[in-house]
């Protein structure tokens, strides 16, 4: 199997992985009948993500430098709601309650999809712990943060 491929499944598991906890724990607010209707929709956010997320946060940036990021959430959540309405168009029953639950699902998906990244090391981002170098007695700082005025 093709390189590529394999890193498109394991993505998309990933991807429905994390619908499936924010459907999980989002329950009455927000539904989602079997399984096979969650891998479709875990398709349909990674295609919206590939295709449509780009321009809209392109056309976005304004609020973006503004919101210092924070709209990204507001555009996910956009994006879950286009699978809600993608869904429904092939019959299949996605159910997001209001606007805020959809907010908060986008973020459940976002951060189960970044931890189980990182995990599998599917992603290019990375967390580096540094820490301060210990120089002793000897430094004049003492070791603590220098603050020349």
């Known amino acids: 199997m093709n390189s590529e491929w394999k890193k498109f499944f394991k993505t998309w598991l990933i991807n429905a992985f994390a619908v499936l906890v924010a459907v999980t724990v989002l329950r009455p607010h927000l539904e989602c009948s079997g399984v096979v209707p969650v ?37 996910n959540a956009c994006l879950l709601y286009f699978v809600k309405a993608m869904m429904s168009v092939f019959g299949m029953n996605f159910v997001i309650e209001g606007f805020g639950w959809a907010m908060l699902g986008a973020i459940i998906i976002s951060v189960v999809s970044l931890l189980l990244n990182l995990a599998t090391g599917s992603t290019r981002a990375t967390v580096k712990v540094r820490r301060p170098h210990s120089s002793g007695a000897s430094g004049r700082d003492g070791g603590g943060p220098v603050i020349d005025v």
């Open 39 to 75: 891998f479709v929709a875990a398709l349909l956010l990674g295609l919206l993500n590939a295709f449509i997320r780009p321009l809209m946060l392109f056309f976005a940036l304004p609020l973006l430098v503004f919101t210092l990021g924070f709209f990204t959430i507001i555009i």
